[in-house]
C-alpha cells in the first residue's frame, strides 16, 4: 500500500507536507533542514512539487557493496519491500527466490526510481556524489555538499567530518562466481551507468 506521498501530489498532500516540514524547521531553529530516509527515493516528484526551492544530493554507492550490506542487516529478513508488494526477503525466499538476488534487485528498483523521479528537479539543483568518493576524501565532498545545499563550511564541520567512521568493507569481492554473476545479471546497467564497470 502506497503512502499518501507516493500517491498523486494533490494540493492537500503538498500543504501537509509543507506544513510537516516546517514545522521540523522551526524545530530544529534553522533555514536550511536535510532529510535523509530511503523512501523519499519514491517522491521526488512530490517533494519537487511541494518545494520548488529545494537542493537534492543522490548520493550513489555501488550495488554489490548494498546487496552485500543488506544481507547482513538484521532488518532486512524482515522488511517490508516496497517493488515486491510489500512482501519481506523472508516470504520471497520461501517462495523460491534468492535472498542475494532480492539484495541486488532492492538497489536497482531504488536507483530506477531515483533516475525517474529526477526528472522533474532542475538539473542544477541535484548533486550526484559516490560514497566511494566521501570515502576517499570525505572534506572535500563534505565541502562540496554543503555548498551545494547553501551552508558554508565551519570548523564544527570539520571536526565533525574529522570523526566519521565511514568505511566500505567491499565483502562482495569474496563471492563466488554464481553469486557475483547472480548480482551482475540484475546491477549491470546502473553499475556501468554510475562508472562502476
Not at 108 to 118: D, Q, S, Y
Not at 136 to 142: E, Q
Not at 170 to 191: A, C, G, H, P, Y
Request: proline content about 3%; glycine content about 4%; aromatic content about 8%.
Amino acid at each position: 500500500m502506497l503512502t499518501e506521498y507516493e500517491t498523486a501530489a494533490d494540493d492537500n498532500v503538498l500543504r501537509k507536507l509543507r506544513q510537516e516540514l516546517e514545522r521540523l524547521q522551526k524545530y530544529q531553529n534553522s533555514h536550511v533542514l536535510l532529510v535523509k530516509r530511503t523512501a523519499n527515493n519514491r517522491r521526488i516528484p512530490c517533494l519537487a512539487a511541494a518545494f520548488p526551492d529545494a537542493k537534492y544530493i543522490f548520493l550513489v554507492r555501488d550495488g554489490r557493496s548494498v546487496a552485500a550490506s543488506l544481507t547482513k542487516v538484521h532488518w532486512w529478513n524482515e522488511h517490508s519491500v516496497w517493488w515486491a508488494n510489500r512482501q519481506t526477503p523472508l516470504q520471497m525466499q520461501a517462495e523460491g527466490e534468492n535472498m542475494l538476488g532480492i539484495a541486488a534487485k532492492n538497489w536497482t528498483e531504488e536507483m530506477r526510481c531515483i533516475n525517474e523521479g529526477l526528472r522533474h528537479v532542475m538539473k542544477k539543483d541535484v548533486m550526484m556524489i559516490r560514497y566511494e568518493d566521501i570515502l576517499t576524501n570525505p572534506h572535500k565532498c563534505i565541502h562540496l555538499i554543503l555548498q551545494h545545499i547553501g551552508v558554508n563550511p565551519l570548523e564544527v564541520h570539520d571536526h565533525a567530518i574529522s570523526n566519521l567512521e565511514l568505511s566500505d568493507s567491499m565483502s562482495w569481492k569474496k563471492w563466488n562466481k554464481e553469486e557475483m554473476d547472480r548480482v551482475l545479471s540484475i546491477q549491470t546497467d546502473f553499475l556501468r551507468q554510475y562508472g562502476y564497470l
